[in-house]
C-alpha cells in the first residue's frame, strides 16, 4: 500500500535537497534545490506510474513555485521511472537515463526494458540524453558524479557529491540490505558486480547515504555489513535469491493491481518473462508444475502477512 509520502528532517548533508520517501511500490524521490545561477531544480527518479499523479502533486509542492529543469533516472525499473511521462507532461522537462539501455527507450522496446520482461506498467516518455559513469554535472551548488553501480541492474548508476559526503545510492545499497539482482534472474552472474559495488561504497568518503527505498541514512558501515551478509548467503544458496526474487515480483505485481484472482495471478506469472527464466533455472529442477511453485511462493507471502488470500482472490495488505 502507497503511504503518505514522508519529507525527510533536515540533515546539515541535505541542506538544499528534498527526500521524499515513498512506498515500497514507488521509489524515492529526491528534488535537489537549484543555486542561485541555475536553471532549476534536478529530480532524481520519479517512482511508479500507479502514483504517477501524487508524483506530480508532491513535486507541485517541493518546488514551492521553482522551475523543474530536469529528471535524471539512476536506473529504468519501472519503480524508479514509472513517473517521467506524467512528469515530464507536467513540467516539460527533459529526462536524462543511464545508456545502457537508451536505444531501447527511444525504441520503447518492451523486451529489453526490465518492466517489460517483469510484467510491470511503465508508460512511455521521451529521453533528452544520457548520464554515463564519469560524468559530473551541478546541482544545488554541489558537483555530483555519475558512479557505475551494476548488480541490481547491469546499467544503474549512483551519484555522489564528494564535498559534503552524499550518496544518492538507487538500490546499489539500503539501509537493510539491496535491490534483487536481476542478472541472476536471467542466468548472468552479478552477485560479484554487487560486492564490488559495496566495495567501491566503503572506499568512498560517505557521510550520508539517500537510497532509493527507505530513509537516508548515515551509518554507513553498518549498512554495508548487513549488505554484505545478504550476499554471501545469496551467494552460498543461489536458490534462496530465486525464492526471493519471485516473492518480490508477485508483491510488486499485486501492489499494481491491488488484487487478483489466485487463477489469473498464476496465468500472468507463468506468463512473465523473468518468472519464467526463474522457473527454468531453479524450479524445474524441484519437479512439480510451474503453477504449483509459484502458488507455493504465494502462500509463503500470505503466512508472512505480505498479501491475503481469501475466497480466492490475493490481495495486496
Not at 534545490?33 to 509542492?61: I, M, W, Y
Not at 516518455?125 to 547491469?154: K, N, Y
Request: glycine share 10%; charged share 20%.
Amino acid at each position: 500500500m502507497q503511504r503518505q509520502a514522508l519529507a525527510v528532517p533536515s540533515h546539515p548533508s541535505l541542506s538544499g535537497i528534498t527526500v521524499l520517501e515513498r512506498g515500497w511500490l514507488s521509489s524515492n524521490n529526491i528534488l535537489i534545490h537549484a543555486a542561485p545561477g541555475e536553471a532549476g531544480d534536478v529530480l532524481v527518479d520519479s517512482s511508479h506510474v500507479n502514483h504517477a499523479e501524487q508524483t506530480v502533486a508532491l513535486l507541485r509542492h517541493a518546488l514551492q513555485g521553482r522551475r523543474l529543469d530536469r529528471v535524471i533516472n539512476t536506473h529504468l525499473h519501472s519503480d524508479h521511472c514509472g513517473g517521467n511521462a506524467a512528469v515530464q507532461a507536467a513540467f516539460d522537462v527533459p529526462v536524462l537515463v543511464p545508456p545502457g539501455l537508451a536505444d531501447a527507450v527511444r525504441q520503447w522496446d518492451s523486451a529489453q526494458l526490465t518492466h517489460g520482461a517483469a510484467g510491470q506498467r511503465c508508460d512511455r516518455f521521451e529521453m533528452a540524453g544520457t548520464l554515463s559513469p564519469g560524468d559530473e554535472f551541478t546541482a544545488g551548488a554541489r558537483r555530483w558524479q555519475v558512479l557505475p553501480a551494476p548488480g541490481h541492474d547491469p546499467h544503474s548508476v549512483m551519484l555522489f557529491d564528494a564535498d559534503q559526503g552524499v550518496l544518492i545510492s538507487a538500490d546499489a545499497l539500503w539501509g537493510n540490505g539491496f535491490g534483487i539482482v536481476f542478472p541472476e534472474i536471467e542466468g548472468e552472474p552479478g552477485f560479484d558486480d554487487v560486492g564490488e559495488v559495496l566495495d567501491a561504497i566503503a572506499r568512498l568518503p560517505v557521510q550520508l547515504v539517500i537510497p532509493g527505498h527507505g530513509a537516508p541514512f548515515s551509518d554507513v558501515e553498518a549498512a554495508l555489513g548487513r549488505a554484505r551478509s545478504r550476499l554471501e548467503g545469496f551467494k552460498r544458496e543461489p536458490e534462496r535469491h530465486a525464492r526471493h526474487a519471485l516473492k518480490v515480483l508477485v508483491k510488486y505485481h499485486l501492489m499494481e493491481e491491488r488484487a487478483e484472482p489466485l487463477e489469473v495471478l498464476l496465468q500472468w506469472a507463468m506468463g512473465t518473462p523473468l518468472l519464467g527464466e526463474l522457473w527454468q533455472r531453479f524450479g524445474a529442477t524441484q519437479g512439480g508444475t510451474p503453477e504449483a511453485w509459484c502458488e507455493r511462493a504465494v502462500r509463503e507471502l500470505v503466512a508472512s502477512g505480505a498479501v491475503a488470500l481469501v475466497d480466492g482472490v490475493v490481495s495486496d495488505v
